[in-house]
């Protein structure tokens, strides 16, 4: 077991340090937002951060083999290795301050309690379920949801006596990817090998898909407080919405065209949607449903280059992220 402390800092355009943070200003006609970003001297691909306070923001390196958490207020790092080198995935940390994560290369979910420094690990009770991918708590904290991208499962697995179920996707290499749960406890998951998503009933977990247009490619979703699903049309470069009530559907070409690759995804208090595209640099967009138009775009500081999964916290009014560019970004979207 190896423990690491250290400090980063808030990096401007070009990774150098400073103690100022940096705002981007987006060109008109969009608005423009702040997005503070720290540099992980380690690497490995942090991502997937989860901000428990404004001073507590725990994240993966899924190459590097870490689990990680960041102090905002001080730039002061910790990092725990994993010494079995799971390829972690994605990470949640429950109310209790238990981190779990996705051992994506070893098929099982670890929890980690940093005040013993203990890890656990669950394993899959089929092996065919051999990459869990993204968890995620219900709404009760009762159970954790997760997605298995390759094994082409859906799972549930109870915190407290760590039993685990799997629900097979009908559809053959399906790839359940992003996963959210609405506000009637419905979950749905983006079924990025398909133009399909996938919604999970919580008491019955009967399965059902729901069809998007043709070469879709939902990758991660984002629901608003009036059930509606969005979702990253990576492959086409749009963001869409499908009514679950209604069964309609709405697709918007992101700005920066069909070859712009929208990926990480999220839904802020006021029901903007913010979502990234790939590039360098990549573009934090962010659009207002209620007007069906796109309210800013603004460059990523380090660049980015790739932004895989975005969580956002009511406490800060903020969006977290890591990037491929080896930082963990903080977008101040308001609420």
Known sequence: ?????????????SILASVVPFTAHAADPFGEIEIREWNVEYGGLPR???AVSDDEVWFVGQVGDYIGRLNPKTGAFFKRDLE??????NLIVGPDGIVWYAGNLLGYIGRYDPQTDQIDKIAMPNDAARDPHTLMFDADNRFIWFTVQNGNFIGRLDPQSHDVELIKVPTPRARPYGIKQAPDGTLWIALLGTNKLASVNPQTLELREHALPDGARPRRIAISDQGHVFYTGYARGVLGRLDPASGMIDEWPMPGGENSRPYGMAIDASNHVWAVEGGRPAMFVGFDPAAEKFISNTPVPSGGITIRHMDYNRETQSVWFGSDAGTIGQAMVGN
Do not use: A, I, N, W
């Not at 079995?84 to 995935?89: A, I, Q, R």
């Open 48 to 50: 997937d951060p989860d």
């Open 1 to 13: 077991m190896r423990v690491q402390m250290s400090f980063g800092f808030l990096v401007t355009f």
């Open 84 to 89: 079995d080198e799971p390829g972690p995935h």
